[in-house]
Nanobody, 118 residues
Framework: QVQLVESGGGLVQPGGSLRLSCAAS????????MSWYRQAPGKERELVAR????????NYADSVKGRFTISRDNAKNTVYLQMNSLIPEDTAVYYC???????????WGQGTQVTVSS
């Protein structure tokens, strides 16, 4: 049974930091590209960051470049999103995604809420 379990969300003041984690199980983690998406109220889900299966490359949405860092630990089957210099526009539900990049189905976590507010 495939599971992606996000954690680390919460309420933070503007300028603060959070670290999201996504623990994966039920599939061969090291064979999947991992991504973080987010969805704000009334908006479509958008890609925030993606990292390749071996962690050799990462790409980011323009809105988070220089502030967010995606990383993964294949020994722990976990992907992370370090979020610094948070702004209110970062408020959203953040979702973890596992994509085999082969055309086979991908998987989603249940999401974790991030709220940036003073």
């Amino acid at each position: 049974q495939v599971q992606l379990v996000e954690s680390g969300g919460g309420l933070v003041q503007p300028g603060g930091s959070l670290r999201l984690s996504c623990a994966a199980s039920g599939f061969i983690f090291r064979r999947y590209a991992m991504s973080w998406y987010r969805q704000a109220p009334g908006k479509e889900r958008e890609l925030v960051a993606r990292i390749t299966s071996v962690g050799s490359r990462a790409n980011y949405a323009d809105s988070v470049k220089g502030r967010f860092t995606i990383s993964r630990d294949n020994a722990k089957n976990t992907v992370y999103l370090q979020m610094n210099s948070l702004i209110p526009e970062d408020t959203a539900v953040y979702y973890c995604n596992a994509d085999p990049m082969s055309g086979a189905r991908d998987y989603w976590g249940q999401g974790t809420q991030v709220t940036v507010s003073s």
